[in-house]
């Protein structure tokens, strides 16, 4: 093979060198794009020349500053950001530690209904992790519960942003692979919820087999909010259900695209943090309190009673959103340029001539992919992988046959939930967890480590059953699309 046959491996190694020296991730793929396009220029002009990189800024510009797909991201995030700091997620949790109260290991599954009611609003992994984390971490360790379940609950459950919809990660998917944001949110509810579901599962059953990793609460835990449960569940489970409802809702009954939803979304979140932090307290409503254990709370609770108090809780989650865009669409930037520059020097025809050479047939083809990002998850983030991964092997998948298992239209859909499963795993998997460096950031001294490896494990077996069963059972992702949009 000459050196310019080869250029595309080594963009790839150096973005593999690179990644590990601590650079921000941006600024690594947009150097490595440039400095290959040189590299290219100099070493064969029919591969590169100086008019390509005028192609660069209007690439860059149409793919993602004029895409209003992804103009819906902005508003997921501040979403999230909104239920955190106005403290409706942590009366959540409140409420739903109180309704399991009676149930094996009822603290670990009130985390993970909470997680999957966050995945519903947002997709923001960091901010769920953190903030379950920071809000029932520490109410666990006081009840005694096992450190490894603990940590392997909030960092499993944080992870499931990434799959239910609205999910920040299918929206990229959807616009990288040129297909319905809606039918990859309605794909991913039954697999999303399914795994859920496994969670659950395996918590009650553990618990249940050994009682001594989740104790139950004291006897003497009551509520202490006047009106009792059925105020609570009013208060505090009702309102953020309902702004799941009317996010979703809108999606799947045909009445707003998901950038649109994303809208309603972000005014529920205002329209909810409104009422919590403001109307409430004037109206003399009492925050919610127990008698027989110390509440759920956040290390910094939101000001109420004060409209002024409001408003800065607002610039703060405007702030943080901000930020996080700018973090995330400065990735797009790297990774478009990335992308293109490969293309442009041959990466997608080396990537298909290596797959071909192995003689592998369909199934062999989308089994070796998944563990490549199986195994890519144990070293970079799932934005990384999802802008790198899926533009080169995109080609390849369409051009699979898995024969009357799955309907040629329903195969790119099949194959982004797939990712989306498996991503999920990228999260967990040391040494670059990324759940993990955020739960252990905030968790409690006594949390170490070895606790959240250890922690963790049954819930990436479980996450790769979820995989496995969407891979031998496509309608799990494909029937529901198939019932409501069709």
């Given amino acids: 093979m000459t050196f310019a046959e080869i250029l595309p491996l080594l963009m790839f190694l150096a973005l593999a060198v690179f990644l590990f020296s601590g650079f921000p991730v941006a600024f690594i793929l947009g150097g490595i794009g440039l400095s290959f396009a040189f590299i290219a220029i100099l070493v064969d002009p029919w591969l590169f020349d100086w008019p390509q990189f005028n192609a660069i ?127 990859l949110f309605v794909a991913a509810i039954i697999p999303g919820f399914m795994l859920a579901g496994f969670y659950m599962i395996y918590i009650v059953t553990i618990c249940w087999l050994k009682p001594e990793l989740a104790p139950k609460l004291d006897k003497d835990f009551k509520l202490n909010v006047r009106g009792g449960t059925a105020v609570m569940v009013l208060r505090s489970f009702v309102p953020p259900v309902l702004l799941i409802t009317m996010v979703l809702g809108s999606i799947l009954g045909g009445l707003a695209t998901p950038t649109e939803a994303a809208s309603v979304g972000a005014a529920g979140a205002i329209l909810l943090g409104l009422l919590n932090l403001v109307i409430l307290p004037k109206l003399g409503v009492q925050e919610m309190s127990f008698d027989g254990t110390e509440n759920i709370d956040t290390e910094e609770p939101a000001e109420r009673g004060s409209f002024l108090g409001f408003v800065r809780v607002v610039w703060d989650v405007v702030q943080r959103s901000a930020l996080t865009n700018a973090m995330i669409f400065g990735i797009f930037i790297g990774a478009t340029l990335f992308s293109y520059v490969f293309r442009q020097i041959g990466g997608e025809e080396v990537v298909i001539h290596i797959f071909d050479s192995w003689g592998l047939d369909s199934w062999g083809i989308l089994i070796a992919l998944m563990m490549l990002v199986f195994c890519l998850g144990f070293f970079f983030d799932w934005i990384e992988i999802t802008l790198i991964v899926l533009p080169v092997f995109a080609p390849i998948i369409a051009k699979l046959d898995f024969g009357d298992h799955v309907a040629a239209v329903d195969m790119v859909y099949w194959f982004a939930i797939l990712m989306a499963i498996n991503l999920q795993t990228s999260f967990l998997t040391p040494p670059f967890g990324f759940a993990l460096f955020y739960l252990k950031a905030v968790a409690p001294p006594e949390i170490k480590i070895q606790n959240i490896y250890k922690g963790i494990i049954p819930f990436v077996i479980l996450q790769l059953i979820g995989l496995a069963l969407v891979m031998r059972f496509p309608e799990l992702a494909m029937w529901l699309p198939r019932v409501l949009l069709n």
């Fill in 57 to 183: 800024p209007a690439r860059v510009y149409g793919s993602i500053a004029e895409n209003l797909i992804l103009t819906a991201i902005p508003m997921f995030i501040f979403m999230g950001t909104m239920l955190e700091k106005s403290g409706i997620a942590k009366d959540l949790l409140n409420c739903l530690q109180y309704l399991l109260r009676r149930v094996p290991g009822g603290l670990a599954l009130s985390v993970v209904m909470m997680g999957t009611i966050l995945a519903a609003t947002t997709g923001i992994i960091g901010a769920s992790v953190v903030m379950m984390s920071l809000l029932a971490l520490p109410v666990m360790m006081q009840k005694n519960y096992s450190p490894a379940l603990s940590s392997g609950t909030i960092a499993a459950s944080g992870t499931l942003g990434i799959l239910i919809p609205p999910s920040i990660m299918l929206v990229i998917m959807a616009d990288l692979l040129s297909k319905s944001v809606g039918n």
